[in-house]
């Protein structure tokens, strides 16, 4: 790869928002908006992140159709189709295509992009040291008018527009219940994509420069411009949304057993346990290292 040389990223000040409205968001569990100035990086062109797609182990490249409807309920694209990815980045205007290149940190200069990142937002949001953990970076390359269908994702998200423009419509469930059940497919292997629409609160104009924070379990869709777009999501979990999500995990086991458990948040007693049951037992795969179940979009 090419691209690691003279693009130190280590400590620049990257990200441009209002650290008391960021702080006030993320408490609320609300989605904000954010400036940066990656547009410019020598990183992410398309022709670098090329290189990235063909650098990746091919199990971290997701090829997809861009021509989708916004509800697909059945399960997450299929991955690792494509022998020569970054061949099909290359030459998106004429192989319509929809591509994330998943754990972008695995490259040392993406990593140090991605800390750059999120070291502002944690100064902003972390309860105390350590609290924002398992951090990993997404690079999104889609063609002309693709469609990203509704879903949502289990991690706090940075969505970062790198080039191109697209719409990102942010909704919320219609209630409670409609919100619980999706969670629990979720791990029943949604991969977050949502049976209904969820209702509408706002559309941001994804344009390079803007970006959007996003809570956990906030149900979003795209839809592209007529031109390429690039962009990268930052992810990681909080403390608390990772044992949230433990607790998700440990009560999907139970209702296997037709046993129907508590919902996390009700004890933060009983939550703690099962937290701890499932790191004890080792299933904590979806959860750490390389998201090999749990895919971004
Ligand atoms: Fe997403």
Redesign the pocket.
């Given at each position: 790869m090419t691209q690691a040389a003279g693009s130190t990223t280590r400590g620049a000040r990257l990200l441009e928002f209002d650290a008391a409205a960021l702080a006030a968001a993320y408490r609320a569990h609300a989605p904000i908006a954010v400036e940066h100035g990656l547009a410019d990086q020598p990183l992410l062109t398309l022709e670098a992140i090329a290189d990235l797609a063909d650098w990746l182990p091919r199990d971290c490249v997701i090829c997809d159709t861009p021509d989708q409807p916004l509800l697909v309920p059945e399960g997450g694209p299929p991955r690792g189709s494509e022998p020569r990815p970054g061949d099909v980045i290359r030459h998106l205007e004429v192989r319509r295509s929809w591509l994330t290149l998943l754990n972008i940190e695995q490259q040392p200069a993406y990593r140090e992009l991605m800390d750059a990142c999120l070291d502002q937002i944690a100064a902003v949001v972390e309860h105390r040291p350590g609290d924002m953990r398992r951090r990993v970076g997404f690079i999104f390359v889609s063609s002309p008018l693709s469609v990203t269908p509704a879903?949502f994702?289990i991690e706090h998200?940075l969505l970062l527009q790198i080039s191109g423009q697209k719409e990102l419509t942010v909704g919320h469930f219609a209630t409670a219940a409609v919100e619980r059940r999706e969670c629990e497919r979720y791990w029943e292997g949604s991969h977050g994509r949502v049976e209904d629409l969820p209702l509408v609160e706002v559309t941001h104009d994804m344009v390079p420069g803007r970006g959007v924070y996003l809570p956990p379990i906030r149900p979003?869709w795209v839809i592209n411009s007529d031109a390429v777009t690039l962009s990268m999501t930052l992810t990681f979990f909080s403390a608390d949304s990772e044992r949230d999500q433990f607790v998700e995990a440990f009560n999907a086991r139970l209702r296997r057993f037709r046993v129907h458990p508590r919902p996390p948040g009700r004890s933060l007693a009983v939550d703690e346990v099962k937290a701890t049951a499932m790191r004890t037992w080792g299933l904590r795969r979806r959860l750490t290292g390389r998201h090999e179940e749990s895919t971004?979009?």
């Open positions: 879903h994702d998200s979003h971004h979009y």
